[in-house]
């Protein structure tokens, strides 16, 4: 087994290794703090041992851990297009997803710009796209 240092997005180090196909596990990369694994396998991504289902497509390129080491992002050839898969909490069960205009087709770089912004390009730090989201934070009413 091979191990690579590769230079992820917002100039954090991380470990990254490519693991034997035979194994089904494509890369494991490692969280800029180390605290956490992402997993891609031939099946999809599994992020601490835990499953990620972000429905049937193959991950493309590297996943991209956010600088803080607790959300990341990827982008996935699905049976409708190319889509942009973020994880914005480790412990959520569900992903966002954002199906991208076919002239994004190009496009293989993912990396973060601020905690909920996202840019995607042809080279790291170049935005062709750019995708931001809001986390509501709900309290359950008084009594529940």
Same mark, same amino acid.
């Not at 087994?1 to 992820?8: D, E, G, I, T």
């Given at each position: 087994?091979?191990?690579?240092?590769?230079?992820?997005?917002?100039?954090?180090?991380?470990?990254?290794? /490519?693991?034997?196909?035979?194994?089904?596990?494509?890369?494991?990369?490692?969280?800029?703090?180390?605290? @956490?694994?992402?997993?891609?396998?031939? /099946? !999809?991504?599994?992020?601490?041992?835990?499953?990620?289902?972000? !429905?049937?497509?193959?991950?493309?390129? @590297?996943?991209?851990?956010? /600088?803080?080491?607790?959300?990341?992002?990827?982008?996935?050839?699905?049976?409708?297009?190319?889509?942009?898969?973020?994880?914005?909490?480790?412990?959520?069960?569900?992903?966002?997803?954002?199906?991208?205009?076919? @002239?994004?087709?190009?496009?293989?770089?993912?990396?973060?710009?601020?905690?909920?912004?996202?840019?995607? !390009?042809?080279?790291?730090?170049?935005?062709?796209?750019?995708?931001?989201?809001?986390?509501?934070?709900?309290?359950?009413?008084?009594?529940?």
């Amino acid at each position: 087994m091979a191990m690579v240092l590769c230079a992820p997005a917002m100039g954090a180090w991380a470990r990254s290794s /490519r693991i034997d196909e035979g194994l089904k596990i494509k890369e494991v990369r490692a969280s800029p703090d180390g605290r @956490h694994q992402a997993r891609v396998t031939l /099946r !999809g991504l599994q992020v601490d041992g835990r499953s990620i289902s972000s !429905g049937p497509g193959l991950i493309l390129g @590297h996943v991209t851990w956010r /600088r803080d080491s607790r959300a990341l992002a990827y982008l996935q050839r699905s049976p409708q297009g190319l889509q942009l898969v973020v994880l914005p909490r480790l412990d959520s069960d569900s992903p966002l997803t954002w199906l991208l205009p076919s @002239h994004a087709d190009g496009l293989t770089k993912v990396f973060w710009i601020g905690r909920s912004r996202i840019g995607v !390009g042809a080279r790291e730090l170049v935005p062709r796209l750019v995708v931001s989201w809001r986390t509501v934070v709900r309290t359950p009413p008084a009594g529940w």
